[in-house]
């Protein structure tokens, strides 16, 4: 909901200053003014943009454009326009909109195509011909309506099935600041899960809890719960360690890798590998979390 008020202002402004120097390129030097604010307000925006990920998902962007080097405004102006990655900056902020009212149709669609099914018994009878009429069929008052509510009712509860980070947890915490508010990261052993604190409120969990985890393969495990962090990771609301995802994974995938830079490194420092790096976030397992039961 936030990218569809944030995009619409980006997108707006962002817009509006692409499309004047666009327009004013036949004068040139009438372009030259509106193209540097375009490319001042993009870098505002970036940061306004990085902050707010920072704020809402506890995850730390770097900075991707690097300084600007030139002396003379001319130069400096050149180096802007240059810039592969201020370009990207300027292409994040104008699909900003589009991706935001994109994810808002689908979410909306979902929840409410579940609703008018798992309703459907209650008004179905009062349809033209008391039936509704789907592409594959025609519902009628009665078991059918029933069944169909059904699949609603499975829909809606969908959501029990979560899509989870198998890492170390507390490798992971020396790269993430997850904001632990109970217990600490290495506490959770292979027989543990970190959680988050919405989904700790929602389940009814806390740090010493077990909580239920059955993995893509049907094997059940029993975690004690050993961190609640606040941190609203964009990779879910749970962390069970790599151990255990991997003993329950045929093929298992590397989807992310996380790198802290030591000091004085940048992004465009070339470093030769020492040794092999730990992984601290390995892929994003489906895993289906079942009522916890607290434990003594």
């Given at each position: 909901?936030?990218?569809?008020?944030?995009?619409?202002?980006?997108?707006?402004i962002v817009i509006t200053l692409l499309a004047t120097t666009a327009g004013l390129l036949i004068t040139f030097f009438l372009a030259i003014p509106v193209f540097w604010l375009l490319m001042v307000v993009s870098r505002g925006l970036g940061h306004v943009e990085r902050s707010?990920?920072?704020?809402?998902?506890g995850l730390e962007l770097a900075d991707p454009v690097p300084p600007l080097q030139a002396a003379s405004w001319w130069r400096r102006l050149l180096e802007r326009a240059r810039s592969g990655a201020r370009w990207k900056e300027v292409g994040y902020l104008l699909l900003l909109l589009p991706l935001g009212v994109l994810n808002l149709v689908l979410l909306m669609a979902a929840w409410c195509g579940s609703l008018a099914l798992l309703t459907l018994p209650l008004y179905v009878s009062e349809l033209p011909d008391g039936t509704a009429k789907f592409w594959f069929s025609d519902v009628a008052a009665g078991g059918d309506a029933w069944l169909v509510a059904l699949v609603g009712l499975i829909a809606d509860v969908a959501?029990?099935?979560?899509?989870?980070?198998?890492?170390?947890?507390?490798?992971?915490?020396?790269?993430?600041?997850?904001?632990?508010?109970?217990?600490?990261?290495?506490?959770?052993?292979?027989?543990?899960?970190?959680?988050?604190?919405?989904?700790?409120?929602?389940?009814?969990?806390?740090?010493?809890?077990?909580?239920?985890?059955t993995f893509a393969d049907g094997?059940?495990?029993?975690?004690?719960?050993?961190?609640?962090?606040?941190?609203?990771?964009?990779?879910?609301?749970?962390?069970?360690?790599?151990?255990?995802?991997?003993?329950?994974?045929?093929?298992?995938?590397?989807?992310g890798v996380f790198?802290?830079?030591?000091?004085?490194?940048?992004?465009?420092?070339?470093?030769?590998?020492?040794?092999?790096?730990?992984?601290?976030?390995?892929?994003?397992?489906?895993?289906?979390?079942?009522?916890?039961t607290s434990t003594a």
């Amino acid at each position: 909901m936030t990218d569809v008020v944030v995009g619409t202002i980006t997108f707006c402004i962002v817009i509006t200053l692409l499309a004047t120097t666009a327009g004013l390129l036949i004068t040139f030097f009438l372009a030259i003014p509106v193209f540097w604010l375009l490319m001042v307000v993009s870098r505002g925006l970036g940061h306004v943009e990085r902050s707010r990920g920072a704020a809402l998902l506890g995850l730390e962007l770097a900075d991707p454009v690097p300084p600007l080097q030139a002396a003379s405004w001319w130069r400096r102006l050149l180096e802007r326009a240059r810039s592969g990655a201020r370009w990207k900056e300027v292409g994040y902020l104008l699909l900003l909109l589009p991706l935001g009212v994109l994810n808002l149709v689908l979410l909306m669609a979902a929840w409410c195509g579940s609703l008018a099914l798992l309703t459907l018994p209650l008004y179905v009878s009062e349809l033209p011909d008391g039936t509704a009429k789907f592409w594959f069929s025609d519902v009628a008052a009665g078991g059918d309506a029933w069944l169909v509510a059904l699949v609603g009712l499975i829909a809606d509860v969908a959501g029990s099935v979560q899509m989870v980070t198998a890492a170390s947890p507390a490798e992971l915490g020396r790269m993430i600041d997850l904001r632990v508010a109970r217990g600490a990261l290495g506490d959770v052993g292979d027989d543990g899960v970190a959680v988050s604190s919405d989904f700790a409120e929602q389940h009814a969990v806390d740090v010493g809890a077990s909580v239920p985890v059955t993995f893509a393969d049907g094997q059940r495990v029993d975690l004690r719960v050993g961190a609640v962090y606040d941190a609203n990771m964009s990779f879910g609301d749970v962390v069970v360690p790599e151990a255990q995802w991997l003993a329950n994974t045929q093929q298992p995938a590397l989807t992310g890798v996380f790198v802290r830079l030591a000091d004085g490194v940048g992004r465009s420092t070339r470093v030769a590998p020492r040794r092999r790096p730990s992984r601290a976030a390995s892929s994003r397992p489906r895993c289906r979390i079942g009522p916890s039961t607290s434990t003594a």
